[in-house]
């Protein structure tokens, strides 16, 4: 059984930094790929970004230069470096991963697994 917990979510000012941590479980994820989605409120969810089996990473554009997605596949675990939050940064960030090796990207419905989700809130 897939399990993807997320975890260092929390209460920033703007202009901080914060970083997310996705463990992930219940399978080999080496060939999977590993994506962050939030959901602000009242807004749909949108996939920010996510690395590939082969390591190559994909970012909204929102957040390029700003967020920067790695994995530890020793670990199994997939972070986001948040840097420069701003407001329109508070939401629900999902881990997601993908199995199926669907496209786009950066589509969420591309996703088969999901977290519980970590609230991220940036106060300006």
């Given at each position: ?64 230069g700003r967020f920067t997605i790695s994995r530890d596949l020793a670990k199994n675990t ?47």
């Open positions: 059984q897939v399990q993807l917990v997320e975890s260092g979510g929390g209460l920033v000012q703007a202009g901080d930094s914060l970083r997310l941590a996705c463990a992930a479980s219940g399978r080999n994820f080496r060939e999977a790929r590993m994506g962050w989605v939030r959901q602000a409120p009242g807004k749909e969810r949108e996939v920010v970004a996510c690395v590939l089996s082969g390591g190559s990473t994909s970012y909204g554009g929102l957040v390029k997939v972070y986001l470096q948040m840097s420069s939050l701003s407001s329109e940064d508070t939401a629900v960030y999902y881990c997601a991963v993908d199995f199926s090796r669907r496209f786009p990207v950066d589509t969420p419905g591309n996703y088969d697994y999901w977290g519980q989700g970590t609230q991220v809130t940036v106060s300006s």
